[in-house]
C-alpha cells in the first residue's frame, strides 16, 4: 500500500533554532498534505492544511510566520518551526491524501521534537 | 458550524465487543475515516466509508449513515492489544476539508 515517510523521527534542538520536517509520498502523488501536532494522551490537533503550488491554509491559532509550510512537489511537504521554543515541543505528525484510491489518507511515522 | 463528537473515553473487558458512536455535521462529506493510534505512534489506518452500510474487516467493522450523520466502529474479540485511541475523521467537500473527532481513548481489561 501506499507509503508516507515522515523524517527526522526524533529532534532535540536548543530554545532559539529552525527545524526543519519532511514529509514525502512514496508512490503516490498527494496534491494535499495535513500538519498536525499532538501533545501526550491528547488527540490529533490539525495545524494546517498544505496544497502544492499554493500557500497553506492555516487553522486558527496557528501561527504562520512560526510554522512555515512548503509544498513544492507532489511528493513532499515540509514543516519548518521557526525560533522553536520549549512550549513547541510536541509530536508532529503529516499525512497525505491519495485520491487515487480508497484508503485516501496516509500519515507519517510522526517527528518527536524536543526543545531545551 | 462543523463538528465530529465521539466520547472520550470507553472501558471494555477482553473478549467482549465493543461500539465506538462518532457525530458529525459537516457542511462537505466526501467519506469518514476511523484510525487506531497507540500512545506515541502515527495512526493505523481501520476503515473508510463512503456508502452507506456495514463494512467489515475480520474484527472489526465500521457503519456509516450519511443521512443521520453517524458512524460507529465495532471491535468484536477484544483484545489488550487493543487498548488504544480511535479517531473518527470526515474528510469533506470540494475543499478536502478534513474534520476530527477528539478521539476515543478505549481500555481493554482483562
Redesign the interface.
Given at each position: 500500500g501506499a507509503v508516507v515517510s515522515q523524517h527526522p523521527s526524533r529532534v532535540i534542538c536548543k530554545s532559539g533554532t529552525s527545524v526543519k520536517i519532511e514529509c514525502r509520498s512514496l508512490d503516490f502523488q498527494a496534491t494535499t498534505m495535513f500538519w498536525y501536532r499532538q501533545f501526550p494522551k491528547q488527540s490529533l490537533m490539525l495545524m494546517a492544511t498544505s496544497n502544492e503550488g499554493s500557500k497553506a491554509t492555516y487553522e486558527q491559532g496557528v501561527e504562520k510566520d512560526k510554522f512555515l509550510i512548503n509544498h513544492a512537489s507532489l511528493t513532499l511537504s515540509t514543516l519548518t518551526v521557526t525560533s522553536a521554543h520549549p512550549e513547541d515541543s510536541s509530536f508532529y505528525i503529516c499525512s497525505a491524501l491519495d485520491t487515487s484510491t480508497n484508503e485516501k489518507l496516509f500519515f507519517g511515522s510522526g517527528t518527536q521534537l524536543s526543545v531545551l | 458550524g462543523q463538528n465530529i463528537d465521539q466520547p472520550t473515553e470507553m472501558t471494555a473487558t477482553e473478549g467482549a465487543i465493543v461500539q465506538i458512536n462518532c457525530t458529525y455535521q459537516t457542511s462537505g462529506f466526501n467519506?469518514l475515516?476511523w484510525?487506531q493510534?497507540h500512545?506515541?505512534?502515527?495512526?493505523?489506518?481501520l476503515s473508510?466509508n463512503?456508502l452507506d452500510g456495514l463494512e467489515e474487516k475480520g474484527r472489526f467493522s465500521s457503519f456509516l449513515s450519511r443521512s443521520k450523520g453517524y458512524s460507529y466502529l465495532l471491535l468484536k474479540e477484544l483484545q489488550m492489544k487493543d487498548s488504544a485511541?480511535y479517531?473518527c475523521?470526515n474528510?469533506g467537500g470540494a475543499t478536502?476539508?478534513?474534520i476530527?473527532?477528539?478521539?476515543t481513548?478505549l481500555a481493554v481489561q482483562p
Open positions: - | 467519506g475515516f484510525y493510534q500512545a506515541g505512534e502515527a495512526p493505523t489506518f473508510y463512503v485511541s479517531l475523521l474528510y478536502n476539508k478534513l476530527f473527532g477528539t478521539g481513548l
